[in-house]
T-cell receptor, first 112, second 114 residues
Framework: KAGVTQTPRYLIKTRGQQVTLSCSPI?????VSWYQQTPGQGLQFLFE???????NKGNFPGRFSGRQFSNSRSEMNVSTLELGDSALYLC???????????FGSGTRLTVV | AQSVTQPDIHITVSEGASLELRCNYS??????LFWYVQSPGQGLQLLLK??????LVQGIKGFEAEFKRSQSSFNLRKPSVHWSDAAEYFC????????????FGKGTRLSVIA
């Protein structure tokens, strides 16, 4: 079966711009979680959506937002980009968060 | 809330040698435990998981891990390392409620030398 698809793979944005990342989960998976990965902080949880509802949220500023559509596809948006937002953003899908994830290959965001 | 500690930031082993990566967790109830591996620039791949039952779990690529409740540990082992095992390894803990996100350790980078 198809895996988790994240688009785009790479992005370069300028400080102050906004960006939208997309994630298509494995068919049948209703939970989509987003993580930010940086060398200094490791994997940090952003948020989780389950059946179009945000069920869990990490400790990130309001500039980070997301949504999930009825087909379980999810998007995350970062507004007013800062240099520190440069990271690998990973999407993970699962039947239920906490039971283990299947990760996408990630979107590498570089803010200049 | 749960937490995970991976004490070793970087480990170097010789090809063919055995490997053990350490993971300690903190969680009041029965944890769900996972090991993932990440190659450079890629997402994370699940190696193995423990939910309940036999405390020694087998995973892909010849890896195994042992859950020791008394030590709050879930160490990953492999009897003979291959050069292709060089990667970053992450331990993660979840809860049996199923609706809380996984918490990951900071990772251990494995280098393999000839």
């Amino acid at each position: 079966k198809a895996g988790v698809t994240q688009t785009p793979r790479y992005l370069i944005k300028t400080r102050g711009q906004q960006v939208t990342l997309s994630c298509s989960p494995i068919s049948g998976h209703r939970s989509v979680s987003w993580y930010q990965q940086t060398p200094g902080q490791g994997l940090q949880f952003l948020f989780e959506y389950f059946s179009e509802t945000q069920r869990n949220k990490g400790n990130f500023p309001g500039r980070f937002s997301g949504r999930q559509f009825s087909n379980s596809r999810s998007e995350m948006n970062v507004s007013t980009l800062e240099l520190g937002d440069s990271a690998l953003y990973l999407c993970a899908s699962s039947l239920m968060a906490g039971y283990g994830y299947t990760f996408g290959s990630g979107t590498r965001l570089t803010v200049v | 809330a749960q937490s995970v500690t991976q004490p070793d930031i970087h480990i170097t082993v010789s090809e063919g040698a055995s490997l053990e990566l350490r993971c300690n967790y903190s969680y009041g109830a029965t944890p769900y435990l996972f090991w993932y591996v990440q190659s450079p620039g890629q997402g994370l791949q699940l190696l193995l998981k423990y939910f309940s039952g036999d405390t020694l779990v087998q995973g892909i690529k010849g890896f195994e891990a042992e859950f020791k409740r008394s030590q709050s540990s879930f160490n990953l082992r492999k009897p003979s390392v291959h050069w292709s095992d060089a990667a970053e390894y992450f331990c993660a803990v979840g809860t049996d409620s199923g609706n809380t996100p996984l918490v990951f350790g900071k990772g251990t980078r494995l280098s393999v030398i000839a």
